[in-house]
Nanobody, 124 residues
Framework: QVQLVESGGGLVQAGGSLRLSCTAS????????VGWFRQTPGKEREFVAV????????YYADSIKGRVTISGDRAKNTVYLQMNSLKPEDTAVYYC?????????????????WGQGTQVTVSS
C-alpha cells in the first residue's frame, strides 16, 4: 500500500507559478513511477509528467512541456511539480499517482495509487 498526499495548489493569476508536492508513505522502498495528472469536470484525466525512480527518467506531456518541471527528493519520498507561466486552461484538479508496473506511463489505468488531488485555479 502507498498513501499519497498532495499539496501546493491554489489560486494564481495567469503568468504566475505554483509548486505542487506529492509525498508518499507506505511501500516506498521499491522503485516506482510517480506521475502527475490533471482533470477538469467532464473530461478524462490528463497526463502531465512522470518521474521514474528506477532509472531517473522524466517525461512530460507535449501540451505542457517547457512550462513544468518534475523533480524529486528520494530521501523525503516527495515529488514536486513546478509549474510556470500558468494559463487559465491549466485550471484543474491535479493528482499524483504511483505505479509499480510498466506500460505506457501516460495512461492513468496503469497507476494503482492516487492522491486526493489539489485544486489549481488560474485566473485571467
Amino acid at each position: 500500500q502507498v498513501q499519497l498526499v498532495e499539496s501546493g495548489g491554489g489560486l494564481v493569476q495567469a503568468g504566475g507559478s505554483l509548486r505542487l508536492s506529492c509525498t508518499a508513505s507506505g511501500r516506498t522502498d521499491s522503485s516506482y513511477d510517480v506521475g502527475w495528472f490533471r482533470q477538469t469536470p467532464g473530461k478524462e484525466r490528463e497526463f502531465v509528467a512522470v518521474l521514474r525512480w528506477s532509472d531517473g527518467n522524466i517525461y512530460y506531456a507535449d501540451s505542457i512541456k517547457g512550462r513544468v518541471t518534475i523533480s524529486g527528493d528520494r530521501a523525503k519520498n516527495t515529488v514536486y511539480l513546478q509549474m510556470n507561466s500558468l494559463k487559465p486552461e491549466d485550471t484543474a484538479v491535479y493528482y499524483c499517482a504511483v505505479r509499480f508496473t510498466s506500460g505506457r506511463y501516460s495512461l492513468p489505468d496503469t497507476y494503482t495509487y492516487w492522491g486526493q488531488g489539489t485544486q489549481v485555479t488560474v485566473s485571467s
